[in-house]
């Protein structure tokens, strides 16, 4: 029996197991690869500053700051180029301009080295004299992904991780204090299971990051299993803002690795930025607000008693969906932390039962961030030695 087994082979999860074997090294470690070998698509930008120009949130600025200095540590410690050099982002139009000021302030206030540039000066620099002002990010850098993945996937299999390609999860149960998990070719036991690292917990969890001064919280509930002859109904954009609070109890859909969809209680911010975000088409999230404000220490009891509530608020939305069409599954842990900077930072996995994590993170933000995901798990997970 492994210690811990898997699902994905991505830098996330390559990070995460890195970072996990750095800290426990007697720990044994399953990665389960369902491609035969990550392709580009799953990679860094080139540029490793590129994601950041139109994030929303400051707490997130922060994050990826601390993201790409971890990545940029480990290059660097592997001897890998790492390209740095000043690098403008520039405004032609007024719109642009105020996005630019925008994103120069969360920017500065998250730690990275930028320098505002006046139109004046950009009329005197070619090919920036059409600007009406730019941002230098003077800490710019290049690196080339394909060898950062090649080394942590030589460093992590030397360290002892068994990283399996072409080895797809069908089916994963828990059962007692151990995981079972059934891959396309053999079966596989394990004390913990981490689901979807990277990439592809993006396909199955969409999901916001709650920012707020409220005191740390850790609520739990009971999350469902949609009947699969209903997913159809999941396959587009749900969307139900509530009344005036800051923070709100709603539900959330996440799309599982086989295709179907789990859904259960979450707390989410009401803010701007969010709900046009979760207007999106690739959105699985509803809102649903259950009458009382989720603020402070939100108990247990809480949930529970506004189960019905959020039941039939969710058949209002789908009414289609029945209480029979809702699998009840192992409780789910939530927690948030606090930061260093005083932010309150919800911790991007999901804890099935203490036996099972869903990291979730998207696309460029998730590879960025490998390093720090990592460390999350790490400080989660409870070994017996």
Same mark, same amino acid.
């Given at each position: 029996m492994t210690?811990?087994?898997?699902?994905?082979?991505?830098?996330?999860?390559?990070?995460?197991?890195y970072?996990l074997k750095?800290k426990?090294?007697? *720990?044994?470690?399953t990665? %389960?690869?369902?491609?035969?070998?990550r392709?580009k698509r799953?990679?860094?930008?080139?540029r490793?500053?590129?994601?950041?120009?139109?994030l929303d949130?400051?707490?997130?600025?922060?994050w990826m700051r601390?993201?790409e200095?971890?990545v940029?540590a480990?290059m660097?410690?592997?001897?890998?180029?790492?390209?740095e050099?000043?690098?403008w982002?520039?405004?032609?139009?007024?719109?642009?301009?105020?996005?630019l000021?925008?994103?120069f302030h969360?920017?500065k206030?998250?730690?990275?080295h930028?320098?505002w540039?006046?139109?004046k @000066?950009a009329?005197?620099?070619?090919p920036y004299?059409? &600007?009406?002002a730019a941002v @230098?990010i003077?800490?710019?850098s290049w690196?080339d992904?394909?060898? &950062?993945?090649d080394t942590? %996937?030589s460093d992590v299999?030397?360290?002892?991780v068994?990283?399996?390609? @072409?080895?797809?999860v069908v089916?994963?149960e828990?059962?007692?204090?151990s995981v079972h998990v059934?891959?396309?070719?053999?079966d596989?036991k394990?004390?913990?299971?981490?689901q979807?690292?990277g990439?592809?917990s993006f396909q199955?969890?969409?999901?916001?990051q709650v920012?707020?001064?409220?005191?740390p919280?850790?609520?739990?509930?009971?999350y469902?299993? *949609?009947?699969?002859?209903?997913?159809d109904l999941?396959?587009?954009? &749900?969307?139900a *803002?509530p009344e005036?609070?800051?923070l709100?109890?709603s539900v959330?859909?996440m799309k599982s690795?086989?295709g179907s969809f789990i859904?259960?209680?979450?707390?989410?911010?009401?803010?701007?930025?969010y709900?046009?975000a *979760?207007r999106g088409?690739?959105s699985?999230?509803? &809102?649903?607000?259950?009458g009382?404000?989720?603020?402070g220490?939100?108990?247990?009891?809480m949930?529970?008693d506004?189960?019905?509530?959020?039941?039939?608020?969710?058949?209002r939305?789908?009414?289609?969906?029945?209480?029979?069409?809702?699998?009840?599954?192992?409780p789910v842990?939530?927690?948030k932390?606090m930061?260093d900077?005083?932010?309150?930072h @919800?911790?991007p996995m999901l804890?099935?039962?203490r036996r099972?994590?869903?990291?979730?993170?998207?696309g460029?933000?998730?590879?960025?961030s490998?390093?720090?995901?990592?460390?999350n798990?790490?400080d989660?997970?409870?070994f017996?030695?």
């Amino acid at each position: 029996m492994t210690n811990i087994i898997a699902a994905g082979a991505g830098l996330t999860g390559l990070a995460a197991a890195y970072t996990l074997k750095g800290k426990h090294p007697d *720990v044994s470690i399953t990665l %389960l690869e369902k491609d035969a070998r990550r392709s580009k698509r799953y990679m860094l930008p080139e540029r490793l500053h590129e994601a950041f120009f139109y994030l929303d949130e400051p707490v997130t600025y922060a994050w990826m700051r601390e993201a790409e200095t971890s990545v940029k540590a480990y290059m660097k410690a592997r001897q890998l180029p790492v390209h740095e050099e000043p690098e403008w982002y520039g405004a032609r139009t007024v719109e642009d301009y105020e996005k630019l000021q925008g994103w120069f302030h969360k920017a500065k206030d998250a730690g990275w080295h930028v320098r505002w540039v006046t139109g004046k @000066e950009a009329a005197e620099t070619e090919p920036y004299a059409a &600007l009406l002002a730019a941002v @230098e990010i003077q800490e710019a850098s290049w690196i080339d992904p394909q060898r &950062l993945y090649d080394t942590l %996937l030589s460093d992590v299999q030397a360290a002892g991780v068994d990283v399996r390609f @072409e080895t797809p999860v069908v089916h994963w149960e828990q059962t007692g204090d151990s995981v079972h998990v059934e891959t396309k070719h053999e079966d596989l036991k394990g004390e913990w299971f981490l689901q979807h690292t990277g990439m592809e917990s993006f396909q199955m969890m969409k999901s916001g990051q709650v920012h707020t001064d409220s005191s740390p919280v850790a609520f739990q509930g009971t999350y469902y299993k *949609v009947n699969p002859e209903k997913a159809d109904l999941l396959n587009h954009s &749900l969307t139900a *803002v509530p009344e005036d609070h800051e923070l709100f109890l709603s539900v959330q859909f996440m799309k599982s690795f086989d295709g179907s969809f789990i859904c259960g209680p979450c707390v989410l911010p009401k803010n701007p930025a969010y709900a046009q975000a *979760v207007r999106g088409p690739e959105s699985k999230t509803a &809102l649903i607000h259950a009458g009382k404000k989720a603020a402070g220490a939100m108990s247990v009891s809480m949930i529970t008693d506004q189960e019905d509530q959020f039941l039939k608020r969710l058949r209002r939305f789908l009414p289609d969906l029945t209480r029979n069409d809702l699998i009840p599954l192992a409780p789910v842990v939530r927690t948030k932390v606090m930061r260093d900077d005083g932010c309150l930072h @919800e911790r991007p996995m999901l804890v099935n039962d203490r036996r099972a994590v869903h990291v979730a993170a998207s696309g460029t933000g998730s590879a960025l961030s490998a390093f720090q995901t990592g460390k999350n798990v790490t400080d989660l997970l409870r070994f017996s030695n």
